[in-house]
Structure formats: structure tokens, C-alpha cells
DNA sequence: ATGACTGTTGGTAACAGA
């Protein structure tokens, strides 16, 4: 089985990436993030062959599975999932449950795509939802992990080393590399996953993301932040990330992660 | 070159992204 993730910036602008994407790489079962609208383009990937499962409502955030063997027990949202309250202590501000998991099972693969809240700085109150929300996933996800073939992917807006940034020394007091973190990303390993890293990129590190300013991707100054975690017992025959999807016209700031899974 | 972006919206400036 062909599994992907990527986090496209906006699905509406990347529908001319996307699509002709879907058809040159052909994955049974795609994870997109940041799709940006709670309109999905749904007939358009269903003419390539894929149901779609969509968690969107607007401006922001968005995430979806797209799947051409079964897609079944679809959740908006994991069990417990925090909502963010903003940016103060405001009293009377009531959390809102943001759009940014969706799961389904697909052809025997519970999967689920998560876009994980930024955290915009240490200090910062979506730093602590950020922390609160990963601590709630590896909970809602034990029982799943338990059950069987299992697949939690997506923009994790971690770098679980200092070896996924292209210099650690320019992060210094940054989210995306704090201890706190990292041991969010080691508790959800802790279930029964393993890190699926891709093969080696540009320069030997597998990054997914590049920032759009300063000629980032063209120095390869990349992180990896779009991460695949699998089953142990799942065996993984390749894993790539596919660069010329970050080249040309109109790319996302993020490269897809194509992982092909043997199936028990 | 101490430079450099992209996407969205009761939109045309503000905010978020990482």
C-alpha cells in the first residue's frame, strides 16, 4: 500500500499541483494538511478514483484523507481534542476546537491526518495548546495503536532532532525543537510507532518544509516536520520525499512524504 | 544583498505560517 502526506498551503491553490500529482504518484491513501477551506474540492479528486474525508471550516487549518481502498469509521477530530482559547486569559473566551485531524480507516489501515498547532513561540499560549493537544492525541490514539495496522501522519511542527533543522544554532529559544516537544513526539512512539524517515534528500537530510522567503529551498535550508509514524509491525519497503512537487509553479512550502507499507 | 514569500478574507491590510 502507497500512503502520502502533505501539507499543501491552501488545497483551492494547489488543485493544479495536486491533481496531476495524485495521477504521477498514484498512493492508495493520501493525509493532506492546511487545506485552508470548508469547501473541498471533492468531485475533482473523486474523478481520479478517491473518496474523500474532509475536516475544514474556512480560513485556516483543514485537513483530509483521500482514499482509493475503502474509507470507513471517518472522526472529525480526535477523542478529547483541545480547542484553543486565544491568545490571553480572557474569561469568558470559549475554546474552539480548531479543524485539524481527520480519521478513517482505509483498506485495513487506521489512519489519521493531523495538522499539529504551530505554537508561534515559547511564551506564547498556543505554545501550551500545542503541548496540551499532543499530550491529548497520544492519548485519544492508545487504544487505536492496540487495534491494529495503524498510521498517524502530517505537519507535526516538530523536528524530533536537531539533524531535521538545517542549523540548530538559528533555533535557539524557537518552538519546533524544544525538549517539551520532542517528549511529546517520544510518548507517541512510545505506543507501538515507529518514525518512518525518508530516504535521504538533498545534502543527505530528508526535509519537508522550506520557507518561501530568502531562497530557502534553493540553499536546501529545510526542516523535517511532516512525519510518518507507523505501526512496528508494519514493514515500510520505501520511503521518499518528493522534492519536485517543492520545484516549479505554484508549490506549497512543504514536499510530500511517500511511504510504501507491506500490508500483513 | 543586512535583500528576497504565500495564502486567506463581510478582503485590498492584517494575520498566520515555522
Known amino acids: 500500500m502507497r500512503i502520502a502526506t502533505w501539507n499543501v498551503n491552501s488545497v483551492g491553490a494547489r488543485l493544479p499541483r495536486l491533481l496531476p500529482w495524485l495521477e504521477d504518484i498514484a498512493p ?22 478517491y473518496e474523500v474525508a474532509h475536516n475544514g471550516d474556512g480560513r485556516w487549518n483543514g485537513a483530509a484523507l483521500l482514499s482509493r481502498v475503502g474509507l470507513a469509521d471517518v472522526a472529525l477530530h480526535f477523542p478529547g481534542q ?8 480572557a474569561l469568558f473566551e470559549v475554546p474552539v476546537v480548531e479543524a485539524r485531524a481527520v480519521g478513517a480507516t482505509c483498506g485495513g489501515l487506521r489512519m489519521w491526518s493531523l495538522y499539529v498547532p504551530n505554537g508561534r513561540s515559547v511564551d506564547h ?22 487495534a491494529g ?5 502530517g505537519d507535526f511542527n516538530v523536528a524530533p532532532t536537531d539533524d531535521d533543522v538545517w542549523d ?15 517528549e511529546r513526539l517520544t510518548a507517541l512512539l512510545g505506543l507501538g510507532l515507529r518514525d518512518v524517515i525518508p530516504r535521504p534528500g538533498k545534502n543527505d537530510r530528508p526535509f519537508t518544509y522550506w520557507d518561501y522567503r530568502a531562497g530557502m529551498f534553493h ?11 507507523a505501526s512496528t509491525s508494519l514493514t515500510v519497503s520505501d520511503a521518499y520525499v518528493d522534492r519536485a512537487a517543492r520545484k516549479g509553479t505554484g508549490p506549497s512550502d512543504h514536499a510530500p512524504v511517500v511511504v510504501d507499507l507491506e500490508m500483513p
Not at 493520501?30 to 471533492?42: D, R, S
Not at 495496522?149 to 501522519?153: K, L
Not at 540553499?219 to 509514524?229: E, F, N, P, Q, S
Open 82 to 89: 483541545p480547542g484553543y482559547a486565544g491568545d490571553d486569559d
Open 149 to 153: 495496522p495503524f498510521v498517524v501522519t
Open 219 to 229: 540553499k536546501d535550508k529545510g526542516m523535517r516536520i511532516d512525519l510518518v509514524y
Open 168 to 182: 540548530i544554532a538559528d533555533f535557539a529559544g524557537s518552538t519546533h525543537v524544544t525538549p517539551a516537544e520532542r
Open 125 to 146: 499560549a498556543h505554545y501550551r495548546y500545542k503541548l496540551a493537544w499532543l499530550d491529548a492525541l497520544q492519548a485519544a490514539l492508545a487504544p487505536e495503536v492496540a
Open 28 to 49: 492508495d491513501v493520501v493525509a493532506l494538511q492546511e487545506t485552508k477551506t470548508a469547501n473541498f474540492p471533492t468531485a475533482d479528486v473523486q474523478a481520479l478514483g
